[in-house]
């Protein structure tokens, strides 16, 4: 199956501006050797009947943002997991900024990380008669509890960051239901990072003994995000050549996306494991800032003894990476998640057709390009 995913115009001025060569070439032992997608068998976020739509969303700019279209008065509902969360930080800002400038009603909760807590913002939400709601979930598995609360009010729902199984999204497909999911395939953030590794010029071998040796910072387990950078990561390794007895786990644990946590972790593994540790794979940046504060705490110096790689490319690990601190990230596309939510929600309260499932992509980010993305988040 050919995956469908959203390029959003952000993507594409990365991906045409010549310096960024992660987008597409490999123009040096640092920068990655190819950004192609996962394989079809393995980066489909659902099966061929529910294929992810394509949708444009648009790149920000210094003037005349882009607003919703559609949504003037309409009374809009978004619940975030947490607001202390680097990224949904990003995220939320942006959905909020959208759809305001667009005319709608918006009312944003915090869950405190509670799915009890954010069940109930929903029902209060339900009970004010919102006509759409845009919900981050606590946890991806309350996916189903929520979709039938929204249904039996006749509310429809846009699911983002945090995806419901392929089970649940057939569900709306199959039964009608006015729900969708608005994200990005976590697969392709983990070959990412694993091809982001296996293009240096010693693939990721930082002592030379022919060894690659790892600690991997996960961050909640239950969130399919996390499974999947984890998995994948390490395949995109196996597939450039390290397999077998080549390439050894020395340490893995969960970090629930807190970069205190990451750094506490990291300082363990590093204790436990001393000078083996070739390379630092982080779930996310909150958690590989964490990481490199016990890695230079511990006397290690990145990109020289020790490799670090995150996902997100928040402004703080973008600046690392530009100053030779960080290996690489993959840029999360907050910009084009928050747009493509806004412009579901819009559709769906003026009863348009709405898929189950929409992808917008990742991109790569080593030194090469690291600054650019920067100076595109202001």
């Not at 960080?326 to 579901?344: C, I, L, S």
Request: with cysteine.
């Amino acid at each position: 199956m050919k995956m469908r995913r959203i390029l959003s115009a952000l993507l594409c001025s990365v991906l045409i501006a010549g310096s960024m060569a992660a987008c597409n070439t490999n123009s040096g032992s640092s920068a990655p050797a190819s950004s192609a997608p996962p394989a079809s068998t393995d980066s489909s976020p659902t099966s061929e009947s529910e294929a992810p739509s394509e949708v444009p969303s648009e790149a920000p700019t210094d003037s005349a943002l882009p607003a919703a279209q559609g949504v003037e008065a309409k009374s809009i509902g978004v619940c975030i997991y947490k607001f202390d969360d680097n990224f949904m930080t990003l995220y939320r800002n942006e959905l909020e900024r959208y759809l305001k400038d667009g005319g709608a009603n918006v009312q944003v909760m915090d869950g405190k990380n509670d799915q009890a807590e954010q069940t109930n913002q929903i029902n209060n939400f339900i009970t004010q008669g919102v006509d759409v709601l845009i919900v981050n979930l606590v946890q991806a598995s309350a996916a189903p509890q929520i979709t039938d609360l929204c249904s039996t009010a006749g509310i429809p729902v846009v699911f983002i960051n945090r995806e419901p199984d392929a089970e649940e999204e057939a569900r709306w497909k199959d039964e009608g239901i006015n729900a969708t999911y608005v994200g990005a395939d976590a697969r392709q953030s983990g070959t990412y990072q694993g091809e982001i590794i296996s293009s240096l010029g010693n693939k990721g071998d930082a002592d030379g003994d022919g060894t690659l040796r790892y600690v991997m910072i996960m961050g909640d387990p239950e969130n399919v995000d996390a499974q999947y950078r984890t998995e994948f990561s390490i395949k995109a390794l196996a597939d450039n050549g390290w397999t077998g007895d080549k390439i050894e786990k020395l340490f893995e644990q969960r970090g629930d996306w807190d970069q205190i946590k990451g750094q506490e972790l990291t300082a363990n593994a590093l204790a436990a494991n001393g000078e083996k540790v070739d390379v630092v794979f982080c779930n996310n940046d909150a958690m590989a800032m964490g990481a490199l504060q016990a890695i230079e705490a511990a006397g290690r110096k990145v990109n020289e003894d020790i490799y670090l790689v995150g996902v997100d490319a928040l402004a703080e690990a973008l600046e690392a990476i530009g100053s030779g601190r960080m290996t690489g990230t993959v840029f999360n596309d907050h910009f084009g998640q928050a747009r493509t939510a806004g412009d579901k929600a819009a559709d769906f309260v003026n009863s348009k057709d709405v898929d189950n499932v929409y992808m917008v992509d990742y991109v790569k980010v080593t030194p090469d390009n690291a600054n650019d993305i920067l100076a595109m988040l202001g």
